[in-house]
C-alpha cells in the first residue's frame, strides 16, 4: 500500500502540471526524484559523525555516499522490490557499512544479498 501511494505520488508530479510544456515533463526522472525526496529527508535528520558530533551532510565522502544508497534504494522500489525507498535513523548501522561502497550497483547488490526479506511484490 505504502508504495502504492508513493508511485501515485510520482505519477501525479508528472502528470498534474498543465503550464509545464513537454519537453520539460519529460526530463523529470521518477527515480531521480525519489532519490532527491530520499536525500532531502535524511538531510532532516541531522546525523552526526563520531565523537566530535561533525554534521554528516558536511562530509562530501559520506553526503555523496548516502546520496548513492538513496539512489539504490529507489531504483530497487522502481524494480519492484518491497523496499521502504528512504533512510531512517534506525538504519544507520545498515548505511555506515554502505556509505563508502564505490556504486550504486554495488550497493543494490549488497541490499539484496544482505536484506533475507527483500523481495519482489
Not at 546525523?47 to 555516499?65: C, D, H
Amino acid at each position: 500500500m505504502r508504495q502504492q501511494i508513493l508511485l501515485f505520488s510520482l505519477l501525479t508530479l508528472l502528470g498534474c502540471s498543465e503550464q509545464t510544456d513537454k519537453v520539460e515533463q519529460d526530463s523529470i526522472d521518477p527515480i531521480l526524484q525519489l532519490t532527491q525526496w530520499c536525500f532531502e529527508n535524511w538531510k532532516e535528520q541531522q546525523w552526526t559523525m563520531g565523537e566530535t558530533n561533525l554534521p554528516a551532510i558536511e562530509n562530501l565522502a559520506f553526503s555523496e555516499g548516502i546520496r548513492k544508497i538513496c539512489r539504490a534504494r529507489a531504483e530497487l522500489y522502481a524494480e519492484g522490490y518491497d523496499i521502504y525507498p528512504f533512510i531512517t535513523d534506525t538504519m544507520q548501522r545498515e548505511v555506515y557499512a554502505l556509505v563508502f561502497s564505490a556504486n550504486v550497483e554495488d550497493i543494490k547488490s549488497h541490499l539484496k544479498q544482505h536484506l533475507p526479506k527483500l523481495q519482489r511484490i
